[in-house]
């Protein structure tokens, strides 16, 4: 194994540092005032969670291209801020009603509803706030690229909607493995491909080199929900930080209890061989991605 | 007066049918599947609503510079999806806690909490996937400035602040005249300024003329808010298609509860001269944006 799990902090390091300097109380222009309450909230919903994996794909295959971290993170963090804005939503009592998440208070618990949704809100517009930044590419043509497709990743055809037909799922009596493999596709999916991809955009990659970098993140990302899945029946709460076992307690389905626990491991083992395979073409420039990949379905929490 | 009231629904009667495109059933690149509820709820969150009010800015301030309404539309649409989210966002019961707008049920009495905040949050992200499209601009800089500026008037310090300042109010025993007014600069204006600035942004305007929108816009955005807050005090529920003297009730300060409604009045037209004299560069041309403040002042709902 490559030193992974260091170049792993590191990047999540660099996130946090510049999550931390996004997220201060300094005006920018156009900006009378940031209302404190709502800081508070925010960096208490993105600061300090989380292994950052997508920005660290974000940032892993950029550098397949030459791309800096020190560049890339920006890019990173947008995403990131969409995931975090998510999380502070699907936390919500009218949605999945949780506590508790990394260990500590959900927005919610510790700012009220009111300041969730709006802490929710505000992620994910700085999001594209960050995007339009110089920092992210020199280039206007690949930021609005990018623009485009974290939109469309995180929108009604992605991540929102995959979360609306999570929702639908759980008040149906019987989930089909297509219906859960589209739900999480979109759901979980979307992200991770689009972190995959945007280093492809920020790199200017060939379009095979951009299709092999959306195989790659699809089969991690369905391998990712898989080994999800898996821990949310065997992992203690100590050990990932938040309540398990809810899926199955709500009847949830997933494909571990279409599958059962040994298939699903076998299922996401042949994703994870997927994802290596497609990554071929890179070569050993790839192999922190192949190493990330591995991690997703063998990490414990 | 020109043929103002024929040019607001004409421009009214464009930005509904791109928004039912927009919001159709068919998938894009990217889509797998646009999930049935979810997208009833969105179109129920922006369908039928509105004066427009903010596209129209958007188009009135590009036609001072030869942009055709027809390509002004989309960048009008995806600031209007932004102020629709607003108010499904808004309406919960978490935050104002409305069951009727525009004389229908809000998005969470019609779908549902979980359905209202994640038809809020795709509506938010469908706005930048439209500004990232061609149809906007050719120009991948000028799409990107919009996508800089919207993000920046529609979040933490813009939007968004100025919603959670206005929850903030609700709480506090009293709220100073610069409080109000920084409260609904935010709040309300933010989005005001940044429909005119998008024309200006759209049609490559002189730092001069660009700066001579955002003051008009100022100056409308506070007037718009002036008679928001006399038209809560003094019109009837069934005009306004909402519940009415609400503010008053929840012992909200406005500017109307701190000057009476008589001054609030002299100030509202204070400020709509101000908004015509900010257009004096742009001669005759400007004259429907002119009349577009005199009715923001002197409308009855």
């Known amino acids: 194994m490559t030193n992974f799990k260091a170049i792993l902090a590191s990047h999540a390091n660099q996130v946090e540092n510049a999550l931390i300097e996004l997220l201060n109380d300094h005006t920018l222009e156009y900006e009378t005032t940031r209302p404190e309450k709502l800081m508070l909230a925010m960096r208490h919903s993105s600061l300090d969670g989380g292994k950052r994996l997508r920005p660290f794909l974000v940032m892993e295959s950029a550098r397949l ?27 919500l009592p009218a949605m999945d009603d949780d506590d508790l998440r990394r260990g500590r208070p959900t927005t919610h618990i510790a700012y009220g509803e009111d300041t969730a949704i709006l802490a929710g809100d505000a992620l994910l517009t700085l999001a594209f706030d960050v995007l339009a ?28 909607g995959g979360q ?21 596709a979109m759901k979980t999916g979307a992200l991770i491909r689009c972190a995959c991809e945007t280093g492809a955009v920020l790199g200017g990659a060939s379009k095979d080199q951009r299709e092999a970098l959306l195989h790659f993140g699809a089969a991690v990302g369905q391998a990712f929900q898989l080994a999800d899945d898996i821990l949310d029946e065997t992992a203690t709460a100590e050990a990932m930080g938040k309540q398990t076992g809810k899926d199955a307690d709500r009847g949830k389905g997933t494909l571990v209890s279409l599958y059962g626990l040994e298939a699903a491991q076998t299922r996401a083992n042949e994703l994870l061989e997927e994802a290596i395979a497609a990554l071929q073409p890179f070569g050993d420039d790839a192999s922190v991605l192949i190493d990330a990949a591995r991690f997703t379905v063998e990490r414990e929490s």
């Open 133 to 160: 930044r110089d920092a992210v590419h020199i280039n206007p043509a690949i930021r609005i690229e990018l623009v485009r497709l974290y939109a469309r990743n995180a929108g009604l055809g992605g991540m929102v």
């Open 164 to 184: 609306m037909l999570d929702l639908e799922a759980e008040k149906k009596p019987h989930i089909n493995e297509q219906e859960i493999l589209t739900l999480q």
């Open 65 to 91: 291209f030459g791309i800096e971290p020190a560049q890339s993170v920006w890019a990173g963090c947008a995403l990131e801020l969409i995931h975090c804005y998510s999380l502070a939503h699907d936390d």
